[in-house]
Nanobody
Framework: QVQLAESGGGSVQAGGSLRLSCAVSGGTYSNYYMGWFRQAPGKKREGVASISRNGETTYADSVKGRFTVSRDNAKNTMYLQLNGLKPEDTAMYYC????????????????????WGQGTQVTVSS
């Protein structure tokens, strides 16, 4: 069974930075495309960033130019670098994994994913 564990959340002021990590265990990490999602209170879960097995990336328009997703297959870990944080980035951030035979597939659609972490909270104050 694949398990995902997020870390790195916290509280920062607007304009600050954080780096989130997602450690994956129980499967062959390189066989999965990965995604970051977030959910604020009272709002739907939204896709933030996704990375394919070969490292191609997709971002939500709201975070383009500020967030960077990456993966280290040797460490079974995905990262999300959050720069230029805004109060509207405040949310619980989740990582997710989807088994894929394609090296290029990635997705910001939550329903595509099979496995989810428990989340890490990011709070940005103005």
């Amino acid at each position: 069974q694949v398990q995902l564990a997020e870390s790195g959340g916290g509280s920062v002021q607007a304009g600050g930075s954080l780096r989130l990590s997602c450690a994956v265990s129980g499967g062959t990490y390189s066989n999965y495309y990965m995604g970051w999602f977030r959910q604020a209170p009272g709002k739907k879960r939204e896709g933030v960033a996704s990375i394919s097995r070969n490292g191609e990336t997709t971002y939500a328009d709201s975070v383009k130019g500020r967030f960077t997703v990456s993966r280290d297959n040797a460490k079974n870990t995905m990262y999300l670098q959050l720069n230029g944080l805004k109060p509207e980035d405040t949310a619980m951030y989740y990582c997710a994994a989807k088994y894929s035979v394609s090296w290029y597939s990635r997705s910001l659609v939550a329903a595509e994913y099979n496995y989810w972490g428990q989340g890490t909270q990011v709070t940005v104050s103005s």
